[in-house]
């Protein structure tokens, strides 16, 4: 479905979609119990530290409060501020292209490729080159795409999929990573251990060549500043670094929504993005620059792909205020436990709950709203207060919404919830059905709790237990032990 | 109608909705201790920060920069050091393989050096951080990048107090390179080794101004 008839993100390329439904992924990932052990261990460990960096900044509110609205400024003028960037970009010697979805961006970028006569380009680690699906459409085109984040390089030599937006390969433990190094990387040490230290220079060898030699770079942005032009991208490993200036043409592809409208804004960004991401005060390397430089071709690829379909939303648009720190994914209960693949995504846990189906259009990811116990925890982190539950239950409604839309007849939720209505608009009707539940107690006899629901109910029991209805309903506790006290001591009766 | 004019109406589209968005509120500490501010505490607050992410930082006098900066780089065991055109000649007088950078040397060349010594654009007392801008004595981006080992100077006139304070004073313009400690990856199990693409050992000098 598209929304007020915006375009989303088409079909058939990338990964911003679901392959399995939520419930069956995550099931899946349940069983696996060293993923679990990786995950938990990760998601702990980064959590205690981002919390340690928050806390060292006094203003840490204000910062966010200050984040959240120039994202909002931007997300309300993004025509302006898009096309003040495109002027400056320009004018400092770099070249705009507009993608208006996936298809386009990787045709542009392919063409931009083809141009310099290059086969093989190297990349740093971008969501938005995932999401568009960048690297099999140069494959098709028969240019090679060397991911040069260690990370996404184990997750291309493990010829799997990144499950998380910082570490993409954090569903791997060290012994995994070193299977792979030796199946797949031809230069690897045969003795190499598992020590990370020893797993690094592995790969700083193994890369070191391609990057004295690439002509060609692929990156994404970070922020990128409307009133000057300056583009900056934020890493630890220096492979930024290393693909930003050392080959002949840069190619950036960059989300419409990383603008910020001026130089200043990074003094809050800068300080935000690190503490809530790495956990560090800030990131070992930042590098910046304005259209081309140091004799640099540079092309920056501007992409919609489903984002003006997610503006167009008023009670979705903040999930565009994200900046990919991925915090939210580490205090989620819910991430913790299935990790990033269940989610189908290149966008997981809450944030990609939310921002996946707005993109693709909530008929294509229909799960991922529900994919949440609305614990509230990613909303307490996030960076620039996006209210991630908020937007979930909103998201939800859409989800029902689109179903009524395309459904002949009633769904069963849409059934049972008028049923309830008219229930619950008498007080004698309501009291009733109360007392009827009680008939439930019948089911939960063997374990306390109720397992499997009958009929057309047991589809709310196939990812939940309930539990068993009490002996007595709380009206009839309240008429039988509290109703005629209450009713002595009038408005003061309250003692708890 | 063009992607561009597409998007441009899309967008146009979806917020017509919002007008009148209220002025962004900056109640976080503001820009405050620019350069040519740092007394003594802020030296140290530099020092200390710059330290936690395992730079080895050292003081000089401006006498001394010479001999400080010739032990430090004997004491990495680097040989072959490069040197960028404006960085002071009396700072490098010591070097005894000194290799200049002007005109640049290329990746090849760069790729053949021990290290390289530069000086700093602005740095950061709260985040333990240097910025370079390829200015005089700092060399291209790439010159701090091919070589495993980076001595960067830093006067004490050049220390600000938070990031606030150096994005102010910093050109937007110009290539900008953040560096916070040696190059890292927490990429494996979340446990951070240092030491990957850029250069793998950061040494900072602080002169007093």
Redesign the interface.
């Given at each position: 479905m598209t929304f007020?008839g915006?375009?989303t993100a088409p079909r058939g390329v990338g990964q911003l979609r679901q392959e399995a439904p939520f419930p069956v992924a995550a099931a899946r990932a349940l069983d696996d119990s060293q993923l679990r052990r990786?995950l938990g261990?990760?998601t702990s460990?980064?959590r205690a530290k981002r919390a340690a960096a928050v806390a060292e900044v006094?203003?840490w509110q204000?910062?966010r409060?200050?984040g959240a609205?120039?994202k909002?400024?931007v997300?309300?003028?993004?025509?302006r501020y898009?096309?003040q960037l495109e002027e400056q970009v320009t004018a400092?010697g770099g070249t705009v292209h507009?993608?208006?979805d996936a298809n386009?961006a990787n045709r542009i970028v392919t063409g931009l490729i083809r141009a310099t006569g290059q086969r093989h380009v190297v990349k740093v680690k971008s969501m938005a080159t995932q999401e568009i699906g960048l690297n099999e459409a140069l494959a098709a085109a028969g240019i090679e795409a060397t991911e040069?984040?260690?990370?996404e390089l184990?997750v291309q030599l493990g010829h799997d999929r990144p499950s998380h937006i910082l570490?993409p390969?954090?569903h791997?433990?060290?012994n995994q990573?070193r299977d792979i190094f030796l199946r797949e990387m031809p230069d690897a040490p045969a003795q190499l251990s598992d020590e990370?230290?020893a797993?690094?220079a592995a790969?700083?060898a193994h890369?070191?060549r391609k990057?004295?030699t690439a002509q060609v770079a692929i990156s994404g942005a970070n922020f990128a500043?409307a009133?000057?032009g300056?583009l900056a991208v934020v890493e630890?490993?220096?492979?930024g670094?290393?693909c930003?200036?050392?080959p002949r043409t840069l190619i950036t592809v960059m989300g419409?929504e990383k603008i910020l409208p001026a130089?200043?804004d990074?003094?809050?960004f800068?300080?935000l993005l690190p503490r809530s991401s790495?956990a560090?005060?800030?990131?070992?390397?930042?590098?910046?620059?304005?259209g081309a430089?140091?004799g640099q071709d540079f092309h920056l690829v501007?992409l919609?792909n489903g984002r003006?379909?997610t503006?167009?939303d008023?009670r979705g648009?903040a999930a565009l205020r994200c900046i990919r720190c991925s915090a939210c994914l580490n205090v989620c209960p819910v991430y913790e436990r299935t990790g990033g693949h269940a989610y189908g995504s290149v966008y997981p846990g809450p944030i990609g709950a939310v921002l996946s189906p707005q993109l693709t259009g909530v008929a294509d990811n229909p799960d991922l709203p529900f994919a949440s116990t609305l614990c509230g925890a990613c909303y307490d982190v996030c960076p620039v207060a996006i209210d991630i539950p908020a937007m979930l239950v909103h998201l939800r409604s859409r989800v029902v919404d689109d179903k009524l839309a395309h459904h002949h007849g009633p769904t069963p939720e849409a059934a049972a919830m008028r049923t309830l209505a008219w229930t619950m608009s008498d007080s004698r009707r309501w009291a009733w059905a109360l007392r009827a539940g009680h008939a439930g107690r019948l089911l939960g006899r063997r374990y306390g709790r109720i397992r499997h629901l009958p009929g057309p109910l047991a589809a709310w029991t196939s990812s939940r237990d309930l539990p068993r209805p009490p002996r007595q309903t709380f009206r009839d506790w309240w008429k039988g032990s509290r109703g005629e006290r209450s009713r002595a001591g009038g408005e003061h009766g309250d003692t708890a | 109608m063009?992607?561009?004019e597409?998007?441009?109406a899309?967008?146009?589209?979806?917020?017509a909705?919002?007008n009148g968005?209220?002025e962004?509120?900056?109640?976080?500490?503001p820009?405050a201790r620019g350069p040519g501010t740092a007394d003594e505490a802020l030296v140290g607050l530099f020092e200390e920060?710059a330290s936690?992410?395992r730079a080895t930082v050292r003081r000089s006098t401006a006498g001394e920069v010479a001999r400080v900066i010739a032990d430090a780089v004997a004491a990495r065991g680097a040989g072959r050091i490069g040197v960028p055109g404006g960085f002071p000649a009396e700072w490098s007088a010591l070097l005894t393989d000194a290799v200049l950078d002007d005109p640049p040397l290329d990746?090849?060349a760069l790729?053949g050096l021990d290290g390289v010594v530069t000086t700093c654009a602005v740095a950061?007392a709260?985040?333990?951080?240097i910025v370079l801008d390829?200015g005089p004595g700092q060399g291209?981006?790439?010159f701090t990048?091919?070589p495993d080992y980076h001595l960067a100077v830093v006067r004490t006139g050049q220390i600000v107090a938070a990031?606030?304070d150096a994005?102010?004073a910093l050109d937007?313009?110009?290539?900008?390179?953040?560096?916070?400690?040696?190059?890292?990856?927490?990429?494996?199990?979340?446990?951070r080794?240092e030491?990957?693409?850029?250069?793998r050992t950061l040494d900072i000098v602080i002169v007093t101004d």
């Open positions: 007020l915006m375009p990786n261990h990760a460990t980064i006094p203003d204000e910062l409060a200050a609205a120039i909002d400024e997300l309300a003028h993004l025509d898009l096309l400092r507009w993608a208006g386009e040069t984040d260690l990370a184990i570490v390969a954090i791997r433990n060290r990573i990370p230290a797993l690094t790969a700083r890369l070191r990057f004295l500043i009133e000057t300056t630890s490993e220096g492979n670094r290393m930003l200036t050392l419409i130089w200043r990074l003094e809050v800068l300080q790495t560090e005060r800030m990131n070992p390397y930042t590098s910046m620059w304005a430089v140091e501007l919609d003006t379909a503006l167009a008023p648009r | 063009s992607s561009r597409e998007m441009l899309r967008i146009r589209a979806a917020t909705d919002l968005q209220p962004v509120a900056r109640r976080y500490r820009a920060r936690d992410y990746v090849a790729d950061i709260e985040t333990g951080t390829t291209s981006r790439a990048l091919v990031v606030p994005v102010a937007p313009a110009r290539p900008l390179t953040w560096i916070s400690g040696p190059s890292a990856t927490s990429d494996i199990e979340l446990s080794v030491g990957v693409h850029g250069p």
